[in-house]
């Protein structure tokens, strides 16, 4: 059974930094891109940043661009998410989310999701 | 980079059919047919109902089906039944890995 697991949100202050681990089993993990979505409260879903299976095509939305990075490590099957410089409009519940298609770029087809972890960002 | 455009909310009785639309541009819905749609009951994480703009995972029902023409992606659902009740959205590839949703539609079964 695909799992995966979000973590390492919480409060922050504007300004400051947080990194969102996703932790994934049931799956060949490195065969796979990955992708963050968020999803501010009461409102739709946001995509965020995509990494392929080898990290060699990464993609960022224009909102976090520059801001956020996206990584992965195959060996932990873990997906991750460095956020700096955070904004009020990045509070949201992030979603680690899996590509259907093995072995190529991030497409942007989301089979299996976390539950997600929700990021607060506030003084 | 822009959402891609919805319906905020569709409606429809038990039984009856409707259709949410997804527009986007040459950038993405129209240049690729990786368009995909997501069931989101409240409360709950995205669901994948539709890929490649007409394919159905394996255990999604029939009722649901895709299209695309041009720059505008459809999500028709037949035979509208009380769980059928939710928020929809529309996502596209838009090319250099990066992707596109739309802005979702509330369904409502009447």
């Known amino acids: 059974e695909v799992q995966l697991v979000e973590s390492g949100g919480g409060l922050v202050q504007p300004g400051r930094s947080l990194r969102l681990s996703c932790a994934a089993s049931?799956?060949?993990?490195?065969?796979?891109?990955m992708h963050w979505v968020r999803q501010a409260p009461g409102k739709g879903l946001e995509w965020v940043s995509g990494?392929?299976?080898?990290?060699?095509?990464?993609g960022y939305a224009d909102s976090v661009k520059g801001r956020f990075t996206i990584s992965r490590d195959n060996a932990k099957n873990s997906l991750y998410l460095q956020m700096n410089s955070l904004r009020a409009e990045d509070t949201a519940l992030y979603y680690c989310?899996?590509?259907?298609?093995?072995?190529?770029?991030?497409?942007?087809?989301?089979?299996?999701w976390g539950q997600g972890t929700l990021v607060t960002v506030s003084s | 980079q822009s959402a891609l455009t919805q319906p905020a909310s569709v409606s429809g009785s038990p039984g009856q059919s409707i259709t949410i639309s997804c527009t986007g541009t040459?950038?993405?819905?129209?240049?690729?047919?990786?368009v995909s749609w997501y069931q989101q009951h409240p409360g709950k994480a995205p669901k994948l109902m539709i890929y490649?703009?007409?394919k159905r995972p394996s255990g999604v029902s029939n009722r649901f089906s895709g299209s695309k023409s041009g720059n505008t992606a459809s999500l028709t659902i037949s035979g509208l039944q009380a769980e059928d009740e939710a928020d929809y959205y529309c996502?596209?590839?838009?090319?250099?890995?990066?992707?596109?949703f739309g802005g979702g539609t509330k369904l409502t079964v009447l």
């Open positions: 989310a899996k590509d259907l298609y093995p072995r190529i770029a991030a497409a942007g087809t989301f089979d299996y």
């Open positions: 049931g799956f060949t993990f490195d065969d796979y891109a």
């Open positions: 990494i392929s299976w080898n990290s060699g095509s990464i």
């Open positions: 040459s950038s993405d819905v129209g240049s690729y047919n990786l």
């Open positions: 490649e703009v007409s």
């Open positions: 996502c596209s590839y838009a090319g250099s890995s990066t992707s596109q």
